[in-house]
């Protein structure tokens, strides 16, 4: 209205807006476009406020955790929580700047736990094959005259 106000409430007024663009999706995003185009420095603005709130984060995160896995940032952190908040396979907390990685099953998608980089990359570099893992314990623990020049030599290095 010509006072900057509106004739409906805001609740009815964005259950109209939810309810147009769900009949027609694609001129919610064309309008959204045009404005971005002739608005571009409010455009850059509102970005800018959205990314320094923090919000932008947020979303991101909730919205790779949905697309990804199925599962809310509130899952994620139960999760955490349950494994107090250490890594699933070597137990060491996470560095604060970074999160524990969601595992799951590639061919289920079943989630196994939260892991921190190197256990989820180690995991992948080993094609998630368990008898590729009973291999690589074995060679760890094997004690032949290879595995003794080794620990020797080693030894000698940092003797």
Avoid at 15 to 30: G, Q, V, Y
Avoid at 45 to 56: F, N, T
Avoid at 64 to 81: E, W
């Amino acid at each position: 209205m010509v006072d900057g106000h509106r004739s409906d409430c805001i609740p009815c007024n964005l259950a109209a807006k939810r309810a147009r663009t769900a009949l027609d999706p694609e001129a919610n995003r064309a309008r959204a476009r045009r404005w971005k185009r002739e608005n571009p420095d409010r455009a850059r603005a509102k970005q800018r406020e959205y990314i320094d709130s923090g919000q932008k984060q947020i979303w991101d995160r909730e919205s790779h955790l949905r697309r990804k896995y199925g599962i809310t940032i509130a899952d994620y952190d139960r999760m955490f929580a349950a494994q107090n908040g250490v890594c699933a396979i070597c137990l060491e907390a996470r560095p604060e700047e970074r999160t524990l990685h969601v595992d799951h099953d590639h061919e289920t998608g079943a989630i196994r736990g939260l892991l921190c980089f190197r256990c989820n990359n180690a995991i992948g570099s080993l094609r998630e094959n368990s008898l590729i893992f009973e291999a690589a314990a074995n060679y760890f623990d094997r004690d032949d005259e290879l595995a003794a020049l080794v620990r020797e030599r080693v030894g000698a290095l940092t003797g």
